[in-house]
């Protein structure tokens, strides 16, 4: 199982950014996803998740900002991200929890600065 993140850059406080992380292998559809990231100088941290189910679940620092959503028929999980604040600045990682394992890929850099 591999999962690629893309879709970070550079945005402007207030601004948007979308990322998406695609997962080969066939166990997308039954597996749970979710995004962490991890800022200069401190731990990573929980983002966002959304379950096989479609339920989701956020951090308190990004509800209401962040949306993440998932297509299964693209094994593809998604992270909107708006009114982004310098605090968001981080390196974004998305994860899969399956029912045996658990497996992140390479993160993708979000940066917000004006």
Do not use: F
């Given at each position: 199982?591999?999962?690629q993140a893309s879709g970070g850059g550079l945005a402007?406080?207030?601004g948007s950014l979308r990322l998406s992380c695609v997962v080969s292998g066939s166990i997308f559809s039954n597996s749970s996803m979710g995004w962490y990231r991890q800022a200069p100088g401190k731990q990573r941290e929980f983002v966002a998740i959304i379950s096989k189910g479609y339920i989701t679940?956020?951090?308190d620092s990004v509800k209401g900002r962040f949306t993440i959503s998932r297509?299964?028929?693209k094994n593809s999980v998604y992270?909107?991200?708006n009114s982004l604040k310098p605090e968001d600045t981080a390196v974004y990682y998305c994860r899969l929890w399956?029912?045996?394992s658990i497996y992140s890929?390479?993160?993708t850099l979000v940066t917000v600065s004006s």
């Open positions: 199982v591999q999962l402007q406080p207030g679940n956020y951090a297509d299964n028929a992270l909107q991200m399956s029912t045996s890929g390479q993160g």
